[in-house]
């Protein structure tokens, strides 16, 4: 299967910055999409943002402006660099990948494993 292992959550000042990382390893064959999604407690899990190879991207309108998604194909690695953090930012951020395995050709979604971001002010 595919490992995705991410980094960089915090907590942070309102207003400050933080950026999150997400690396993909293990048996990958094709990523269509690179994403990432939050959840606070309570609350459904929600997209923040998307970005694909080619370097297409789209964002929720709550952060657009602020986050910005992207991407090192040739390291499997993609980025959420968040600015003008807010308390209703705060929440588990969770890297998602949407491709394929060398072991399982159907196109599945791979999550990784949380980070916390919490935003006081």
Do not use: H
């Not at 990958?28 to 999604?37: K, R, V």
């Amino acid at each position: 299967q595919v490992q995705l292992v991410e980094s960089g959550g915090g907590l942070v000042q309102a207003g400050g910055s933080l950026r999150l990382s997400c690396a993909a390893s293990g048996s990958i064959f094709s990523i269509n999409l690179m994403g990432w999604y939050r959840q606070a407690p309570g609350k459904q899990r929600e997209l923040v943002a998307t970005i694909t190879r080619l370097g297409i991207t789209n964002y929720a309108d709550s952060v657009k402006g602020r986050f910005t998604i992207s991407r090192n194909n040739a390291k499997n690695t993609w980025y959420l660099q968040m600015s003008s953090l807010k308390p209703e930012d705060t929440a588990a951020y969770y890297c998602n990948l949407r491709g394929s395995s060398t072991v399982v050709a159907a196109q599945n979604d791979y999550w990784g494993q949380g980070t916390q971001v919490t935003v006081f002010s």
